[in-house]
């Protein structure tokens, strides 16, 4: 088990700019999540999954904001013309799911996000 | 909506000081409370949850107890180490579903030998 894995660690791209980030999480979990974290804030939930599907999204997730998980494992989140607004560190979390039990979510190291 | 407030830091303590981090929330029903901890250069990690009034979570030294009447979840540790130096997020979901957690902003604890 190497834990929930997040490339790239850092991006530096131009306002107008598209972006993805990947998340590998843990093998067996079947939920995964995005949240964004700015400065001097504590994390904000995006959208998760369970298995490929999108169950849940936060209005924080705009038009420009789309997350996809094609095969129930690694996920994706792109951010089309990128804004300044959107520099924040983007959190990716996996857990194993089902019910309405509580399961613990393992968080990635995060990928940093610069947009100049 | 719902909401949580916390202590702003740094706090910074000498090794083996008493440690109190508030956090008190707006909910509605009984929502789940939780400690997360982050390290430096580490990710986020649970560190205790309470899910009823009265409830104590506690791990590594640490301890929580939900407080329904006051509407608090306050951190606290007895001596701490400098291998406690983290920030400290405070954080509650609605109890049921996916538990998806809302944060507090963070509190920063520095300790020092």
């Known amino acids: 088990d190497t834990g929930v894995s997040q490339n790239p660690r850092h991006k530096i791209t131009k306002r107008g700019q598209n972006v993805t980030f990947r998340c590998d999480p843990i093998s067996e979990h079947n939920r995964l999540y995005w949240y964004r974290q700015t400065l001097g804030q504590g994390p904000e939930f995006l959208t998760y999954f369970q298995n490929e599907a999108q169950l849940e999204k936060s209005r924080l997730l705009s038009d420009r904001f789309s997350a996809e998980r094609p095969k129930g494992s690694f996920s994706t989140l792109e951010i089309q013309r990128t804004e300044q607004g959107d520099s924040a560190m983007y959190l990716c979390a996996s857990s194993l799911g089902g019910g309405t039990g509580f399961y613990e979510q393992y968080f990635g190291p995060g990928t940093r996000l610069t947009v100049t | 909506g719902d909401s949580v407030t916390q202590m702003e830091g740094p706090v910074t303590l000498s090794e083996e000081a008493f440690l109190t981090i508030n956090c008190t929330y707006t909910a509605t029903g009984y929502p789940s409370l939780f400690w997360y901890v982050q390290y430096p250069g580490e990710g986020l990690q649970l560190l205790l949850k309470a899910t009823k009034a009265d409830d104590k979570g506690s791990n590594k030294g640490f301890e929580a107890t939900y407080r329904k009447e006051t509407t608090s979840f306050h951190l606290e540790k007895g001596s701490v180490q400098v291998s406690d130096s983290a920030v400290y997020f405070c954080?509650?979901?609605?109890?049921?579903?996916?538990?998806?957690?809302?944060f507090g902003r963070g509190t920063s604890l520095i300790v020092h030998p």
């Open positions: 954080a509650l979901s609605a109890s049921g579903g996916s538990y998806i957690p809302t």
